[in-house]
């Protein structure tokens, strides 16, 4: 999480192009600093900036606790802020906004969506009497099928950003997570097997 270590990758189908930079949820504040300066180039030159943020804290207490039952915590920046290593800081999405060009999208999911999608894959989730009563900021015991988690929280929103990609209709910028680079380039293949990586 280094400043040379923010990466962009690009790809291309023929008539659009994407310019992927890996995230880093806790990294080097110099990491973010990297990221910041190469979509503000990018923008510059007209490009919309898709980007990944799941918004917890706006979620209902119902969907809050859902999400918990996924995963033991609510995965919000401030949980990020609250637990980093010695000399990191959190992502904070702010320094990747505003900047003149294209538009900034928030292509990722809402916690409802997620929620519904694991259920409507797997079945109801249990909530827990510990999931019930313990604030909703601690930590508890997930009730969830663990061998099905990956498949809802990276996989699922992989194809669900691979078609926003593919839906496009110019060139864009992703900052997404770097585990959801491969799959998403994956999915878009299968949408389209024009796509492929240019630099």
């Not at 930079?21 to 504040?29: G, L, R, T, V, W």
Request: aromatic share 10%; with cysteine.
């Amino acid at each position: 999480g280094s400043a040379g270590s923010a990466r962009m990758f690009t790809y291309s189908n023929g008539s659009k192009r994407l310019h992927f930079i890996p995230m880093i949820h806790q990294a080097e504040p110099a990491f973010y600093t990297a990221v910041a300066r190469q979509v503000k180039h990018l923008k510059a030159q007209g490009m919309d900036l898709y980007y990944e943020f799941i918004d917890f804290d706006a979620a209902t207490l119902d969907d809050k606790r859902r999400i918990r039952a996924i995963l033991g915590f609510l995965p919000s920046p401030a949980f990020y802020a609250e637990n980093v290593s010695d000399g990191l800081v959190a992502q904070d999405n702010e320094m990747f906004l505003g900047f003149p060009g294209g538009c900034d999208k928030n292509v990722d999911m809402t916690p409802k969506e997620l929620a519904d999608a694991y259920e409507k894959k797997v079945g109801p989730l249990e909530i827990s009497e510990e999931n019930m009563t313990k604030p909703i900021d601690e930590l508890v015991m997930p009730t969830a099928d663990v061998t099905q988690v990956t498949r809802i929280t990276i996989e699922w929103r992989n194809d669900h950003l691979a078609k926003a990609i593919n839906e496009a209709s110019g060139y864009v910028i992703v900052l997404y997570g770097a585990a959801h680079a491969a799959g998403t380039l994956a999915n878009l293949q299968a949408l389209d097997p024009r796509w492929k990586r240019v630099n």
